[in-house]
């Protein structure tokens, strides 16, 4: 069974690049025909599509985040990343990461548990 | 940019019918997916492709889809429905995804 668990630091201060990163545990990143996904969730607030990336290395991005947003994958660590830069106060939220198929995209199976991100000096 | 559209908040008593919309231009193309999220916890999926249950999802959950505008029903809602909803879909390219701004169901 296919597990994912984000990890990253916390705390990020204005204007530098937040960066996450997204293990995939119990299967292989490479194998399949997924799209790997990040979605964050500001508190108190809705869902917000970030941008995924397919086992073949294409990406797609939210047209909002797209200048600030790049989304790679580690084939050899079994990992993909989010890099988000020039962050500020309103990219505090928690960044969850998910898998969707290609044949049903808008299932994200499994999610990862969460992580929350505060930008703060 | 693309955008669904949902109301912020439905409220119905235990064992009604509660119904949440969802309207975006390019649902007659592409299909919605509803999500619950209950506090603390990561969105779980109710209904796929307009209308299809996951396995292990209640039947009380049903989806419908008219032009522009997808319905999520929960008939004979419970206490333990009560959670925020999502719907999420793409803009017509495919490629740009989109979660509306999500419904908080009450039930009491």
């Known amino acids: 069974q296919v597990q994912l668990q984000e990890s990253g630091p916390g705390l990020v201060k204005p204007s530098q690049t937040l960066s996450l990163t997204c293990t995939v545990s119990?299967?292989?990143?490479?194998?399949?025909?997924?799209?790997w996904s990040w979605i964050r969730q500001p508190a108190g607030k809705g869902l917000e599509w970030i941008g995924r990336?397919?086992?073949?290395?294409?990406?797609n991005y939210n047209p909002s985040l797209k200048s600030r947003v790049t989304i790679s994958v580690d084939t050899s660590k079994n990992q993909f990343s989010l890099k988000l830069s020039s962050v500020t106060a309103a990219d505090t939220a928690v960044y969850y990461c998910?898998?969707?198929?290609?044949?049903?995209?808008?299932?994200?199976?499994?999610w990862g548990q969460g992580t929350l991100v505060t930008v703060s000096s | 940019s693309y955008e669904l559209t949902q109301p912020p908040s439905v409220s119905v008593s235990p064992g009604q019918t509660a119904r949440i919309t969802c309207s975006g231009d390019?649902?007659?193309?592409?299909?919605p997916y509803w999500y619950q999220q209950k506090s603390g916890q990561a969105p779980v999926l109710v209904i796929y492709?307009?209308?299809k249950r996951p396995s292990g999802i209640p039947e009380r959950f049903s989806g419908s889809s008219s032009g522009t505008m997808a319905t999520l029903t929960i008939s004979g809602a419970q206490v333990e429905d009560e959670a925020d909803y999502y719907c999420?879909?793409?803009?017509?390219?495919?490629?740009?995804?989109?979660f509306g701004g999500g419904t908080k169901l009450t039930v009491l």
């Open positions: 998910a898998r969707d198929p290609r044949w049903l995209p808008g299932w994200f199976d499994p």
């Open positions: 119990g299967g292989s990143i490479s194998s399949g025909s997924y799209y």
């Open positions: 990336i397919y086992t073949s290395g294409s990406t």
């Open positions: 390019a649902l007659p193309k592409k299909y």
């Open positions: 492709e307009d209308s």
């Open positions: 999420y879909s793409t803009d017509s390219s495919g490629n740009h995804w989109v």
